[in-house]
């Protein structure tokens, strides 16, 4: 394999290292910077895969052989070089390691929302500038543009494929060197470049999260890869009593309602996982609304946040409809949310993200949540004139 340029291009032309999965985004994202006159170059990161796989055969879906392969056809085709690094031992430590401790503290993170912050757009990123890259670009269905000199990260124009949810980590300095070329498609669009320029990626399918589970099973991951079997423990109602057991808190998430082996009248769900008690709390349907919650490591886009609370659309998980709210900027990165009706589904370790419209304002990890009935909700605070 030839090195990878660490030089300036000479041709005057601005260049752009391509994360490449193999997949039809971002090899659109390539042929269309191609056609626009950059200097490309095709990069793909080989991501850690559960041992015993070989080290030729990698089960990380984001990296397996047929990915590594597709991707190298498409530069192929697009004439473009295409080169592997290996980001193992990296996504390893900052993004499995994450997922394993997160569960173990009674959260429900988000991998993706980590891999962009810590991975993509820090260490690829990185990566990208010291060979001589003006820009970073991926297959992201999101939109950059700038407004009084700020840049803005909006929503893509495919409502149903946009992607500024797990992006919301992103700052100004990344939006300046960064490039989402499908943003202004829809996947209709995407799959049609691609079948116009003749790419073999056409009609390949969705990729999947959770990228290095072998089989989709994060519960048979945790109790292989973190530190022992989880413990069971009580499954209380809100007033405390004990309606049996669970089987480790890792295994159970908010609003769930079957596979809790529970006799019960009326049908119960998980309002919450006690990880100080290695309780889990249930309740009625009616208990799951949430009308609050505080959100902590909160990113501003705009590179600070309002100086006073702010009406905004708020999503509580990547599919999620937004609710109206109330953002309250709060010390220490943190941030109240107080919605204008309950939402249901708020889970500790997933993103609460903020828009304005198509606009995305950043967001944070969810925290606290008020539930009725096992923490008492904060009143909504009221928008203060400009």
Same mark, same amino acid.
């Given at each position: 394999m030839n090195a990878i340029p660490n030089t300036r291009p000479t041709n005057g032309r601005p260049r752009v290292v391509v994360a490449m999965?193999? +997949? %039809?985004? #971002?090899?659109v994202a390539a042929a269309l910077l191609v056609d626009q006159g950059y200097d490309v170059i095709g990069l793909m990161m080989r991501l850690w895969s559960e041992p015993g796989s070989g080290p030729m055969t990698p089960t990380n879906r984001c990296c397996t052989l047929d990915q590594m392969n597709d991707a190298r056809r498409v530069a192929d085709i697009l004439g473009i070089p295409f080169y592997v690094i290996d980001v193992r031992d990296h996504f390893?430590? #900052?993004?499995? =390691? *994450? *997922?394993?401790?997160?569960?173990?503290?009674?959260?429900t993170p988000n991998p993706c929302v980590e891999c962009n912050r810590q991975i993509r757009f820090t260490y690829l990123l990185e990566r990208a500038m010291a060979l001589g890259a003006d820009y970073l670009a991926t297959?992201? @269905?999101?939109?950059?543009?700038? #407004?009084?000199? %700020?840049?803005?990260?909006? =929503?893509g124009l495919d409502a149903n494929k946009d992607q500024s949810y797990v992006l919301h980590v992103l700052q100004q300095s990344h939006l300046a060197r960064v490039l989402f070329p499908v943003g202004e498609l829809t996947k209709t669009e995407v799959r049609a470049v691609a079948q116009a320029r003749g &790419?073999?990626?056409?009609?390949?399918?969705? #990729? =999947?999260?959770?990228?290095? &589970?072998?089989?989709?099973? @994060?519960?048979?991951? &945790?109790?292989e890869h973190g530190d022992g079997p989880p413990p069971p423990g009580p499954i209380l109602d809100a007033a405390g009593r004990e309606l049996g057991r669970h089987?480790? &808190? !890792?295994? @159970?998430?908010? +609003?769930?309602r079957k596979g809790l082996g529970l006799a019960t009248p009326e049908p119960l769900f998980v309002l919450h996982k006690d990880a100080a008690?290695?309780?889990?709390? %249930?309740? !009625?349907?009616e208990a799951l609304g949430a009308p609050a919650l505080t959100a902590h490591h909160v990113n501003w886009i705009a590179g600070g946040p309002p100086a006073q609370p702010i009406p905004a659309q708020v999503k509580i998980r990547y599919k999620a409809t937004p609710t109206a709210a109330i953002v309250t900027p709060l010390p220490n990165g943190e941030a109240h949310v107080a919605f204008a009706t309950p939402v249901v589904g708020a889970t500790p370790g997933q993103a609460a993200v903020f828009y304005d419209g198509d606009v995305c304002l950043g967001g944070g990890t969810i925290g606290a949540v008020a539930t009725p009935g096992v923490g008492e909700a904060q009143p909504m605070p009221e928008v203060m004139p400009a």
């Open positions: 999965s193999g +997949g %039809v985004d #971002s090899s390893r430590r #900052s993004i499995v =390691q *994450f *997922f394993i401790d997160e569960h173990a503290a009674g959260r297959g992201h @269905y999101a939109r950059i543009d700038q #407004s009084d000199g %700020v840049y803005r990260l909006r =929503q &790419l073999t990626v056409a009609a390949k399918q969705e #990729s =999947q999260d959770l990228c290095f &589970l072998n089989d989709g099973d @994060y519960r048979r991951f &945790l109790r089987e480790g &808190l !890792p295994f @159970y998430t908010i +609003g769930q008690h290695n309780a889990l709390i %249930v309740g !009625p349907r």
